[in-house]
């Protein structure tokens, strides 16, 4: 799916290129020959696709300014006295610390291992606490699909509402503890969101997970543009119907792959914000994109700003970028034989 996600997102990129619009303004019957009728079908009574399109379900107002997440990998330093020495001296932040106070973080995703309980409850009350000190207030808590038993998460999230409350109450959602491949793994999850909102994530590319996610309990959704465009969409519009919140969450992405990524989180209407990782892992990699868009490659004040986003297709503005690619190959027929 990743790898069919760039032929996707070019598809539709050369779309509204081909009818000189931005690309959110096709999603609905005037470019549409079919509605989502012909792709989804309801879980309940009351919601029916017949005469809809994507754009139904879409925030009327996307918003050009998103706050954004900060991943926090179960080995990243939280404090100097993490550090190992080895540490990448690039000019760019090291410690969850420095992070934030560089950004001005407000929202963290925290990784945890999901199979020590232990470890993940002081894991999050050690970046609960530095979060209290410099006033982020909002945290995610990843359990890396690792959990087979609902107890595991209840248990550490009981504990920290009783003895963290102000960590417990930054504790935004929790996303995707148990294995991805609901099918296989049909666990009951409604005490788990009883007590805090749970969203699919590796499970989201397909709405018909999504489906089967909501009738085990499961009551948000994670999109992910890295795993097709059109996936993320039709799930969007299923969950939306169905009331179920939105999250858009990253796979890093990098260069032109960040511009659809927001994009969607921009006209999905999420929670809060977008996660964005790349640049904490690459952030080099996206120097000709970040000339042209400078804040959807920087994060300030804890926010993506998306304002220099515009012309046709997802408003890429590729011709003004100084990126060196490689010459495509020609192929030409001569006396009978192709040649490159």
């Known amino acids: 799916m990743i790898a069919a996600s760039a032929y996707d997102i070019a598809c539709q990129e050369a779309f509204g290129v081909l009818h000189d619009v931005d690309n959110y303004s096709t999603y609905h019957s005037q470019y549409l020959s079919k509605d989502l009728s012909d792709y989804l079908t309801s879980q309940d009574e009351g919601v029916c696709f017949d005469r809809k399109y994507p754009s139904d379900f879409f925030v009327e107002t996307p918003e050009n300014r998103l706050p954004v997440w900060h991943l926090v990998g179960g080995l990243d330093p939280i404090e100097e006295e993490d550090c190992h020495g080895d540490e990448p001296q690039d000019g760019y932040p090291v410690t969850l610390r420095d992070w934030i106070s560089s950004d001005g973080l407000n929202c963290l995703k925290i990784k945890l291992r999901g199979n020590d309980s232990d470890w993940d409850y002081e894991r999050l009350v050690r970046i609960g606490n530095v979060s209290i000190e410099l006033n982020v207030q909002f945290l995610s808590a990843d359990f890396n699909c690792t959990v087979t038993d609902p107890e595991y998460v209840n248990s550490i999230l009981d504990r920290l509402r009783t003895e963290q409350p102000d960590i417990s109450d930054r504790l935004l959602y929790v996303e995707q503890p148990f294995p991805y491949d609901l099918k296989a793994n049909q666990i009951d999850v409604h005490s788990v969101a009883e007590r805090k909102p749970l969203f699919l994530d590796e499970s989201a590319h397909d709405w018909q ?30 969950a939306k119907a169905h009331r179920m919140p939105l999250m858009v969450q990253d796979l890093t992405n990098p260069m032109l792959a960040q511009i659809p990524h927001v994009r969607l989180a921009a006209h999905a209407g999420t929670i809060m914000g977008v996660e964005s990782n790349g640049m904490q892992f690459y952030p080099d990699a996206s120097q000709p994109e970040a000339e042209i868009h400078k804040g959807i490659y920087q ?35 001569s006396n009978d034989r192709l040649e490159k």
């Open 299 to 333: 994060r300030r004040d804890g926010h993506l700003d998306l304002s220099t986003i515009s012309g046709s297709g997802f408003g890429y503005r590729v011709h003004e970028m100084n990126r060196d690619l490689p010459q495509p190959h020609t192929v030409s027929r």
């Open 209 to 238: 997970y999504v489906a089967l996610g909501r009738s085990l309990g499961w009551t948000g959704v994670a999109l992910k543009t890295c795993k097709t465009q059109t996936g993320a969409i039709l799930s969007l519009c299923w």
